[in-house]
């Protein structure tokens, strides 16, 4: 059970345009910016964020880039985020059998050496405390520019702050991602809620 229950969309209508940034994205105003809007603020904030870091025009894929959010949730433990991201990869061309390989990706032929990497990087950085070491570092380098790094980095780090939000708030996972949870997740030890708790 969530810690404060969100508040309807309606509730601060100032917010329709910050909301509709994430219908886009995940389909859905998710449960967290709805609690959240007690202060609109935060949600415009971060809602720029977001666009910033998820930027359409940025040198990583978009749908890559939710799967980086994965790993760095993942590896933080939140599973409200875990669900979500794979839901926002298929929105962003991931195909099904790449989400469903997800377990995998250390030797899935769906995964290139760069996204291992890349993956590797994001499980180390979403990490505490944080494992990212100059070897992995070189490995980044070897497959990805500055630029890709920064932005591989922003996923990772726009994510921690969703980790901590949920994970505090114990924010309720909505049906669409907690059904995917359940098909894909749960194989690898996944279930749903706060760390596993309802």
């Not at 995940?26 to 930027?55: E, H, I, W, Y």
């Not at 490995?139 to 994970?167: P, T």
Request: negative net charge; contains cysteine.
């Amino acid at each position: 059970m969530a810690h404060l229950e969100p508040l309807p969309a309606s509730t601060t209508p100032e917010l329709a345009d910050d909301f509709a940034i994430f219908e886009r994205i995940l389909g859905f105003v998710p449960n967290s910016l709805l609690t959240m809007q007690r202060r609109p603020k935060m949600v415009k904030g971060f809602g720029v964020l977001t666009k910033a870091v998820m930027d359409p025009e940025g040198p990583v894929d978009l749908g890559f880039m939710r799967l980086v959010a994965h790993f760095a949730s993942r590896a933080a433990g939140c599973r409200y985020c875990e669900a979500h991201s794979l839901i926002a990869a298929g929105i962003h061309g991931i195909p099904d059998e790449k989400i469903a390989a997800v377990w995998e990706y250390a030797d899935s032929p769906l995964y290139s050496e760069a996204e291992r990497v890349a993956l590797d990087f994001a499980l180390a950085a979403g990490a505490v405390p944080n494992a990212v070491d100059p070897a992995l570092m070189a490995r980044m380098k070897e497959h990805w520019s500055e630029e890709q790094i920064v932005q591989i980095l922003g996923a990772v780090c726009l994510y921690g702050f969703l980790n901590r939000w949920n994970d505090s708030m114990a924010t309720e996972l909505e049906d669409a991602p907690k059904a995917l949870g359940e098909a894909v997740l749960r194989r690898g030890g996944w279930t749903s809620g706060r760390h596993g708790g309802e």
